[in-house]
């Protein structure tokens, strides 16, 4: 496992081996150690705040990532500006490393709508619930950059590749073995990039594979790696190492970032019922935040930019909170837009309908102009 | 002078896919078996030769893959046209085409485009083992998001098949594998026809027989007989399957009085109940007889020795023409 912070943020390299990963860490500045705390710490307090408020309704679910800051930040900011991320539906810290909205995943989730950001404005893509359903579509854009010939030009400002999240529950559904098979069999530019965080709701790890998962590219010809998930140095640098090495032209990779759930799967579950506190405990005690904090401190990081830190998270969540309380209810016609791109005289009959019913009861005042005409079809 | 050619089903579709590709460079093809062999059905042969491993490949045995990955090269501004090597092959995919293909402009509020075709052969009556013979087109039809056609002759073959590689909306593009090797005459110039648009096959006057795919020529039959019979049939190729074009159906209808629905496929829920449905609907005060719907039989396609038993012939349609003739 690379790991370059041990729990009390002394910084070390363990092995020989890890060398080609620990270059990218001296590459690094002081402003991006600070940019990484002030992101996890960000993240943490957007996450405890979301959880908030759907403690008082204002959403009707919220998935907290608690735990996962050092794998999120430290990949998130290792992928390039070129580069595509298609994440699953925790990702909320990988979202804020290429300026995602934060207010588009509360309104996800409050159900204002189904996403709806758009995905080529920050190269992030929209969640996906089905699990592993997007390593796919990873795999299926990064072989349009192959046929594009967007790998290795040895052009920084043309090479791209791609990387795809996904848990420790979602390697076991048979979309991620079928997308490492296309990726590696297409030589794709794509990482796969595991957040093992050790429960699928109440299944354990062990239910969803009998080998690590860092190993289980290599039946498929995808070689891989496991690194400390809540190191945020060594999560950078071996993303990092092989981001570069996927826009080089050498093909996909399965990094497995080893860290924990700290929080439920969801607001609507209850961990108590099947997992013990010391195993929770244990790994609080490895906290990546708390770690990476160690370290700054030892490197002689003031209390002062403690302090920002935490009166910008204050003001964050209570921006977060106001937007949200403002947001306003979704129009009629979101029910309809966008199902198809072409005009469709089902939907815009059923549209009709729901407009002229809505107003004989005096509620949704209608934006057309009045006509609902009903069209039975044929109209290209 | 018309600009036409002599071509079957299976020759107008490569030649259809072909002009699409030339038309075209973002149009790819995928699929298992389709560049060097062509398909099991011959659909993409000599493609491999003409645009080369990058615009046509062979795909694994993973259908899932096949989609999800159409699904991807579509976000990155490609045209895929990705076959399904036969109907009863298309539900490992069945995730990546209802969750995520038809889904995703609405996801996105229609930030991402899904222009991918998923060619289908499907139906029976080819003496195949069992998943070879399926009819799936309900499962698809139900689906928000997806459209679904069906040729039946080979000038809508070259042409449907070219529209739906031009939609900016996934189609599931069903192919009547027994009539592959129909032929017919194709005009090349233009089409006649817009994808989603029903059309009167034969005029007529007594009942209405709307059918789509392999059952158009069978309903054709059933008119011939029936003409020796003195029953006037009017026979209607309904194309599309989603969305369906009721227009003509009810011009029709409001003219017959009769309607009998055809299709291989199983009447439970399915096409033709839709159609009975929404013909109740909008022919109410017209209609002489009750909609009838000939189908195949809820059950799973039989063996096939049985499918001659299965599969609804124009015997069949002329036993529900006696019925809405005697009311």
Not at chain 1, 145 to 156: D, Q
Not at chain 1, 178 to 196: D, G, H, K, R, S
Not at chain 2, 273 to 293: D, G, N, Q, T
């Amino acid at each position: 496992m690379v790991q370059f912070l041990n729990e009390n943020g002394e910084f070390a390299v363990a092995s020989k081996e890890h060398e080609i990963y620990a270059q990218f860490i001296r590459d690094l500045r002081e402003s991006d150690f600070l940019k990484f705390y002030r992101d996890m710490a960000r993240i943490r307090r957007f996450d405890n705040e979301a959880t908030a408020l759907q403690r008082q309704g204002q959403m009707g679910l919220w998935v907290p990532a608690v735990g996962q800051e050092g794998a999120q930040i430290g990949s998130g900011h290792a992928v390039g500006p070129n580069d595509n991320i298609f994440p699953s539906y925790r990702e909320h810290g990988v979202a804020i490393t290429h300026g995602v909205d934060l207010m588009s995943i509360i309104k996800m989730f409050r159900g204002v709508n189904h996403g709806g950001w758009n995905p080529y404005e920050k190269k992030f893509h929209l969640y996906a619930i089905v699990l592993g359903a997007q390593t796919l579509h990873a795999a299926g854009y990064a072989m349009g950059v192959n046929f594009e010939g967007k790998v290795a030009t040895g052009n920084p400002e043309i090479d791209e590749a791609v990387i795809t999240y996904f848990g420790d529950g979602a390697t076991a559904e048979g979309d991620i073995s079928e997308a490492l098979l296309m990726a590696a069999t297409t030589n794709a530019p794509l990482v796969f990039f595991c957040q093992n965080n050790q429960w699928a709701i109440s299944s354990a790890v062990e239910t969803q594979t009998k080998v690590p998962l860092y190993r289980r590219g290599e039946g498929f010809g995808v070689p891989g790696i496991r690194v400390d998930g809540n190191d945020v140095l060594a999560c950078y640098a071996v993303t990092k190492k092989h981001m570069d090495d996927a826009r080089n032209g050498l093909g996909p990779y399965l990094i497995e970032a080893l860290t924990y759930r700290i929080g439920a799967h969801t607001t609507s579950d209850d961990p108590s019922k099947y997992r013990d506190a010391e195993q929770v405990a244990y790994w609080q005690a490895r906290d990546p935040i708390i770690r990476f904090e160690k370290f700054l401190r030892s490197q002689g990081i003031g209390q002062d930019f403690f302090d920002e830190v935490q009166a910008a998270g204050d003001q964050l969540a209570a921006e977060i909170r106001e937007t949200t309380f403002a947001l306003p209810e979704p129009e009629l016609e979101l029910i309809f837009d966008h199902v198809y791109s072409e005009p469709h005289p089902l939907i815009e009959e059923q549209r009709a309908w729901l407009r002229g019913f809505e107003e004989s009861l005096g509620g949704h005042t209608p934006t057309d102009d009045g006509e609902n005409k009903v069209d039975y079809g044929g109209s290209r | 002078m018309a600009n036409t050619v002599e071509l079957s089903i299976a020759k107008a579709l490569n030649a259809g896919i072909r002009k699409a590709m030339q038309d075209d460079p973002k149009v790819l093809v995928f699929g298992e078996d389709v560049a060097k062999l062509g398909g099991v059905f011959r659909i993409t042969e000599g493609l491999l030769d003409e645009f080369g491993s990058k615009r046509i490949f062979n795909s694994p045995i993973a259908e899932s893959a096949i989609v999800g990955t159409a699904i991807g090269l579509a976000m990155r501004g490609f045209r895929s046209v990705a076959e399904i090597q036969f109907d009863g092959f298309v539900y490992p995919a069945f995730d990546q085409i209802v969750s995520q293909l038809a889904k995703l402009t609405n996801r996105s509020e229609g930030h991402l485009k899904m222009p991918v075709v998923i060619r289908i052969p499907y139906g029976g009556g080819i003496g195949a083992v069992e998943h070879h013979s399926e009819s799936p087109e309900a499962y698809f039809a139900h689906t928000a998001g997806l459209r679904v056609v069906s040729p039946s002759n080979p000038n809508d073959a070259y042409w449907m098949i070219q529209q739906a590689i031009q939609s900016a909306d996934p189609v599931v593009f069903l192919e009547p594998k027994r009539r592959y090797w129909q032929k017919g005459q194709v005009e090349l110039d233009q089409p006649a026809l817009g994808l989603h648009q029903a059309t009167v096959l034969k005029p007529g006057t007594d009942v209405t027989i709307a059918s789509y795919g392999p059952m158009v020529v069978t309903s054709l039959q059933a008119a011939e007989i029936a003409q020796a019979e003195g029953v006037s049939i009017e026979v209607i190729d309904i194309r599309s399957l989603s969305p369906i074009d009721f227009g003509v159906i009810v011009e029709s209808v409001k003219k017959t009085g009769r309607l009998i629905v055809a299709h291989e496929a199983g009447t439970f829920v399915s096409i033709s109940s839709e159609i009975a449905a929404k013909i109740a609907e909008l022919c109410f005060y017209y209609l002489e007889a009750p909609v009838i719907r000939v189908g195949g039989f809820d059950v799973p396609y039989p063996a096939a020795k049985l499918e001659e038993l299965y599969l609804p012939d124009a015997d069949r349609l002329m036993e529900a023409v006696d019925r809405v003739m005697a009311y």
